[in-house]
């Protein structure tokens, strides 16, 4: 591939700049094209789609080198990629990249991540994304197998220009051959059940530090993303920014017909 | 009805507790159920699904009289549900409100929106629950054709006790005499897209406020919730929390024979 046709890609995540899986995927999306990477100042974990609108933002460049640019962002995840779509790039980058976030965005996951929102923020753009996370929250988490997995996917679609997706790609914690591969299925339907910690400060004010476990209300479908992560395999979902419940839309239609009748009240 | 059988209904936004949408639609809530609002302390807008795990959180009782109690809490709209299901409620509300918003949720909208995502939350519990907006910002923004068509909705909902529903309803500017009526659509493709204004602070600092101006990409599809709103339709689409792309999880199937290849190189 000559330098010319390299691909540009975007690479964001909600750990911050400073984390061990932003920094553990870089060199490996070096070999593919030239690397721009806006990344929160601070962590923005579990920010979801949030963006800065209360405040203003700040952006800095932070390295430059031929092939890889960085920058920290003040905002959250989504705005590190309008940042960059606005402020930094020319024109869209072939592709953005997210991660690799320190935790599952597995199942239900998915909609309280910074990570995920980062790459579906791209997709609304029309820009092909990605974004990876394993299955361990420590800041010191292995990332080896997730960088390899990353490489076997990236290889089937950057080279030949593969457009139109947007993944959640996430990978259990071990080592590479305690992997069994890689399954492509749906989003589990499950739940973030809270079990709030109940303190009370030294002015004698109770606050809530929020915490929970998480339900899967499907453990034995194998076409989940949960099943495949519990059973040893990669999980690729891939996503996409539509809301609507299209099966409920002609079941609510009396909706309408209801309130056609209301006028004549 | 009597008083023993009355729902229970949970009532949130974005805005905050003093946002004047939120108190438009508490006196027609009050004739369903009883209402226990839980809204942020501050406006929380365009916060999305966010969580607050990075700092502790306070509730706080303002208000109590029958068949109406008032909390703040110090977080998201998100955490504002958490919080109810969690610390105040001894069981599950029988229906989440959210709203009503000052500002469109419509489209990709929806995406961004604290008020829907606090809906949302309710849905991934499982409970039904419905957000509503009107496509004004001002502060000020008049609600009382919002509050007429919520009631509308609502009398064909709670009364027969209807379960299993998210509803992203949207509201268009004007007097109740300027809307044709109620349509139940989709969520339209679209996106915003950014103009960021760049200035420079006191210090020679540049910082950046996010403005930005919506795409509808298909502005004629007569069965989409930007259609309505434009036509003068008060919009309803039913909402999940799905972010699968189920037409391109067979698509993409070969990601995983690829990789079992890998194995053996």
């Known amino acids: 591939m000559s330098d ?10 909600d ?34 789609h949030a963006i800065t609108i209360k405040e203003p933002l700040f952006l800095k460049k ?17 705005d590190c990629v309008k940042m960059a779509l606005n402020n930094i790039l020319s024109e869209k980058p072939d592709y953005v990249v997210s991660g690799i976030n320190h935790g599952t965005n597995a199942a239900i996951s998915v909609i309280y991540s910074g990570t995920m929102a980062a790459a579906i923020e791209a997709h609304i753009h029309g820009i092909p994304s990605i974004g990876f996370s394993v299955v361990d929250y420590s ?3 292995d990332f080896t197998a997730s960088v390899h997995f990353a490489r076997i996917i990236l290889d089937q679609l950057i080279p030949s220009r593969e457009s139109g997706f947007c993944f959640n ?3 259990p914690k071990g080592s590479i051959d305690s992997i069994h591969g890689i399954k492509v299925g749906r989003q589990a339907r499950s739940s973030w059940v809270e079990s709030f910690e109940k303190r009370t400060n030294p002015a004698k004010k109770d606050y809530y530090w929020l915490t929970g476990h998480f339900i899967n209300f499907e453990p034995d479908a194998v076409d989940t ?6 059973n040893g395999y990669v999980s690729i979902v891939p996503v996409q920014a539509d ?17 056609l009748n209301h006028s004549s009240k």
Chains 1, 2 share one sequence.
Do not use: M
């Not at 010319?4 to 995540?13: A, E, F, G, R, Y």
């Not at 809301?243 to 309130?259: D, G, N, S, W």
């Open 169 to 171: 790609v996430n990978v």
């Open 139 to 141: 800041e010191d988490a």
């Open 4 to 13: 010319i046709k390299k691909p540009t890609i975007l690479l964001s995540n």
């Open 243 to 259: 809301f609507t419940a299209h099966h409920q839309v002609t079941e609510y239609k009396h909706l309408e017909t209801k309130v």
């Open 225 to 230: 993303d949960d099943w495949a992560l519990r």
């Open 62 to 78: 932070i390295h430059e080198e031929e092939g890889l640019t960085k920058y920290v962002c003040s905002g959250t995840s989504v």
């Open 15 to 48: 750990d911050g700049i400073h984390a061990k899986g932003i920094n553990s995927i870089i060199p490996l999306l070096r070999e593919y094209g030239n690397l721009i990477v806006v990344a929160p100042e601070q962590g923005q974990s579990a920010q979801s």
